[in-house]
Structure formats: C-alpha cells, structure tokens
C-alpha cells in the first residue's frame, strides 16, 4: 500500500489550504485538512471575475443599462492550529465593482466581509485505502464597511451570516481527496437563507502539483425576483464548475490559481473568473 510521504503531505494540505480559501470568494468549498498544533498557513490571492448576461428570474438576459460587470478583489485568508483536530480561520476582501452600461451605476470599491470560523474534526476513522473524517466548520461572516448593497454594483450583501456548515472528506493513502461541505447559512437582514453544497476533489499530478476540480451550488429560500425588491432580498441561486491548482515551490511557499464558470443560475450573473495567489506556510 502507498503511503504519503513527509513531502507530499506538505504538497496536499498546503493545496487544501488553497481550496479552503475560495469558500467566501471564489465559490470552491472547504476540506478535510487541518493545520495541526501551532501551524499557520496563510495566503493572499488577486481575483477577477465578470459577466454581461444575468437571469432574472430563470430567464437569461443582457441589458445595455448594466453592460458588463467586472469585479476585481484582494484576498487574504488565514488558518491556526489550536489543536491537532482544531483550526482557527478567517478571511478578509477588499473588493472593487465596475460596469460600463450605459446607466448611471456607480462603481465601488471598499473592504467587503470578514469570515470568522473553527473548523473541528469530530469523527476519524480508517476506511479501505484511506480515511474518512467528519468535521464541524461554523463560522460567521460580517462586514467590514457601510458598502451599498442595493446595487447592480454592490460587492456584497451587507448584512451578517451565521453559517452551520459540515464537511465529509476521505483520503486516499496515495494523496487523492475527496470533500463534501454542506449546511445551513442564516441570513439575517433580507436576503433568504442558504443551503450551500460544495464537492472539491484532489488530485496528485506530481510531488509538487495538486489539481483540484470543484463543483458548487446554493439554493435560497427567497421568493422575490430582480425587480420585485430590494437586491439583497431577491432569492440569488447559482450553480458553478471549475478546478484550482497548486504548485509548492519549497516547504513553506507556493503558488495557487484557478478558474470557475457559472452553468445556471437564478437572480445571479452568469460569471466566469480567474485568481491567483501566494500560500505561506509559518511552522514546522
């Protein structure tokens, strides 16, 4: 049977590190990896996205008033090791939104949110080829500013999340990894609460070189439709795609990157983006 080397253990959970990142910003889910006793692995990303046709309702439209909306964001995201089965984590935005439609929309750009979580591994337990581990990640997500938020062009929603979440995640001896998040968002203010699912694979194409596909969807409780109300209460759905990569460069830096599209969606834009990023890993 294959085992991980000390090596490519680095290589997986810097990258899982990676693909935790992206839960707030970049619609990849969260994992089964934790940091281990007094480990901190921190990363700062650059991220772009646009799109020029939206659903409203579940009808796919494109409006020369909206044009196309472009954001740009600098992220920072940040997880401890309290404890060999505990994380402390957070993540930071400052996000900048601009469109050229040819309505009056005005551009922003201002610190967005701050999530705030544990992750805690509750359940472990060997399983063929692999573990199986079970974790509890709840977390809060609060603004950093007074942004607006009932825009074409907010950069977020602007209110508090209190998010219940779970992750399911398997790895194989070999360095494979499989991880199921899901759970419960509580949305306070209007917008509906969510019930985000999120399924991330990883894939060892080298020592050095970790692929990870991802898959993502939100379904709201909202009712209302772009037009019907405010932005922030209409019920925003989405379902998205796409793979992250990275690359360790030695035992304590690496590089990240990804790519995600949007394949359907409610009350959202149909949105295509990139990032890409450093990871720094501080401890033995």
């Known amino acids: 049977m294959l085992r991980l080397g000390n090596t490519c253990r680095a290589t997986i959970g810097l990258a899982a590190a990676v693909a935790t990142l992206s839960s707030s910003a970049f619609a990849q889910g969260d994992n ?149 998040e899901s759970g419960f968002d509580y949305r306070t203010e209007q917008p509906g609460n969510e019930i985000p699912v999120n399924l991330t694979v990883g894939i060892p194409v080298t020592q050095y070189v970790t692929l990870m596909p991802f898959y993502s969807t939100v379904t709201s409780d909202g009712d209302i439709d772009i037009g019907q109300g405010d932005f922030p209460a209409v019920e925003e759905e989405s379902e998205r795609v796409g793979v992250s990569i990275y690359a360790r460069l030695n035992e304590t830096i690496g590089l990240s990157a990804g790519w995600k599209t949007t394949i359907d969606g409610r009350n959202t834009g149909e949105v295509d983006g990139y990032w890409a990023g450093l990871v720094f890993r501080i401890g033995s």
């Open 32 to 180: 089964g990896f934790l940091r281990g006793a007094g480990r901190t692995d921190a990363a700062i990303t650059y991220a772009f996205d646009s799109y020029d046709h939206f659903w409203v309702g579940d009808n796919k439209v494109e409006d020369p008033g909206v044009g196309e909306i472009t954001r740009e964001s600098l992220n920072l995201w940040v997880a401890h090791g309290l404890r060999e089965d505990l994380d402390l984590v957070g993540s930071f935005s400052l996000v900048e939104v601009e469109n050229d439609g040819t309505a009056p929309f005005r551009d922003e750009r201002q610190l967005q949110d701050m999530v705030l979580g544990v992750k805690w591994r509750a359940f472990e337990q060997r399983v063929g080829p692999g573990a199986f581990s079970l974790l509890a990640a709840p977390s809060v997500k609060i603004p950093m500013s007074h942004y607006q938020a009932n825009a074409v062009t907010a950069i977020g929603d602007g209110q508090i999340d209190y998010r219940a979440r779970a992750i399911a995640h398997y790895r194989f001896d070999f360095g494979a990894f499989i991880s199921l």
